[in-house]
């Protein structure tokens, strides 16, 4: 599979060799949406408390007779009915909202991603990304130099300081190391750059 290789200036260089079954892979849509779902559940705290019918302080009395009022019958103000009362079915503190994916799984749906990024020509690769000095103005400037519109997620094999303290203020550049991908960050963007390293890289890592 030949990968764009484009120089400082953004304009193609050459191709780079990739591995068919990382970045040739058919698309898969079930698998996807099951990768990135559980990765997403998996990152709930789970955290959240309702109370209950039990843990609702009010007063076990009842509130006016059975019958001849005319009203609809009650025999508490805690009911999940009544407003301020306990509800049906409430959420525990200790909820558990992860979701278990195999390893084989995760590598294909992840291989998957990037097939479909290099289909729809959003996939880039550059021989090495640096910048002289941490400043967003130069980060800025490079980004536009290579004629990457719209958000961007550049991957090194490496962090360089300076790439990474001069990327923080720009709300649409994301700048990980290819051990810190992860699917929601690959579909997020609208354009991923790949230093030439980060490709060999996932080649050892999910090939």
């Not at 991603?113 to 289909?119: A, D, G, K, M, N």
């Not at 929601?184 to 390293?197: E, G, Q, Y």
């Amino acid at each position: 599979m030949d990968l764009k290789l484009i120089d400082d200036q953004g304009q193609p260089a050459a191709t780079v060799t990739g591995s068919d079954a990382l970045f040739g892979r058919e698309y898969n849509e079930a698998l996807i949406h099951q990768v990135i779902t559980a990765f997403q559940a998996n990152a709930r705290s789970g955290n959240r408390a309702q109370k209950g019918r039990a843990d609702v302080n009010k007063s076990h009395k009842k509130p006016w007779a059975q019958k001849g009022t005319g009203r609809a019958r009650a025999g508490q103000a805690n009911s999940p009915l009544w407003r301020g009362g306990g509800r049906i079915f409430p959420n525990s503190p200790d909820e558990n909202f992860s979701q278990k994916v195999n390893r084989k799984m995760y590598r294909a749906g992840v291989a998957s991603i990037l097939s479909q990024l290099v289909r729809e020509d959003r996939l880039v690769v550059i021989d090495s990304l640096a910048v002289d000095a941490p400043k967003t103005r130069l980060f800025a400037q490079k980004m536009k130099a290579l004629g990457l519109t719209g958000s961007v997620l550049v991957v090194t094999d490496k962090l360089d300081d300076n790439v990474f303290l001069s990327s923080r203020n720009l709300t649409d550049v994301l700048v990980l190391e290819t051990r810190e991908v992860d699917p929601v960050s690959l579909i997020r963007f609208n354009n991923v750059l790949l230093t030439k390293a980060a490709v060999a890289q996932f080649e050892e890592m999910l090939g």
